[in-house]
């Protein structure tokens, strides 16, 4: 038998579909506390991850989860967290990320549109003063070691 994480995550992989989610990230505690990060190709609404959040727990109350007591959290991964996810991209379309490649350079730049596995993007490069060029640019999400979203305030 798999043990607890293992089953709470199998159970929200295999359900999250049915609610247009998926399952970015997990962690888990010996002191039976469980977090789970999902995210949609559109944005997630609190409608929604209630929804699922209530779906699980309806599941687990009726599964084979075990007697021992446990607390699971249901949660997006937030602006800062790194994007885990190709479908994560989408919806970030026009908005400037940074990003550190696989051979460790980093840089700025817009992302453009997304079609799997590719990116094309506008890379911000850096000129005199507070000037920059935008350079076209398309990665391979492969090639991707981090990407996270710059949260920007206008």
């Given at each position: 038998?798999?043990?607890?994480?293992?089953?709470?995550?199998?159970?929200?992989?295999?359900?999250?579909?049915?609610?247009?989610?998926?399952?970015?990230?997990?962690?888990?505690?010996?002191?039976?506390?469980?977090?789970?990060?999902?995210?949609?190709?559109?944005?997630?609404?609190?409608?929604?991850?209630?929804?699922?959040?209530?779906?699980?727990?309806?599941?687990?109350?009726?599964?084979?989860?075990?007697?021992?007591?446990?607390?699971?959290?249901?949660?997006?991964?937030?602006?800062?967290?790194?994007?885990?996810?190709?479908?994560?991209?989408?919806?970030?379309?026009?908005?400037?990320?940074?990003?550190?490649?696989?051979?460790?350079?980093?840089?700025?730049?817009?992302?453009?549109?997304?079609?799997?596995?590719?990116?094309?993007?506008?890379?911000?490069?850096?000129?005199?003063?507070?000037?920059?060029?935008?350079?076209?640019?398309?990665i391979n999400w492969n090639d991707i070691k981090k990407a996270t979203i710059k949260i920007t305030f206008n």
């Amino acid at each position: 038998m798999a043990n607890l994480a293992d089953k709470l995550t199998a159970l929200v992989k295999e359900e999250a579909p049915a609610f247009n989610l998926f399952l970015v990230a997990h962690t888990g505690s010996p002191a039976g506390f469980y977090n789970f990060y999902v995210d949609s190709e559109l944005p997630v609404t609190m409608t929604m991850l209630s929804e699922f959040t209530r779906h699980i727990s309806k599941m687990i109350d009726e599964g084979e989860f075990g007697e021992r007591k446990f607390t699971f959290e249901m949660s997006t991964p937030g602006a800062d967290r790194p994007l885990a996810d190709f479908r994560q991209l989408g919806k970030h379309c026009g908005r400037v990320m940074e990003v550190e490649t696989n051979d460790g350079t980093s840089f700025e730049a817009k992302l453009l549109s997304v079609a799997e596995p590719m990116m094309q993007m506008e890379k911000i490069v850096p000129l005199k003063g507070k000037k920059h060029e935008l350079v076209p640019v398309e990665i391979n999400w492969n090639d991707i070691k981090k990407a996270t979203i710059k949260i920007t305030f206008n």
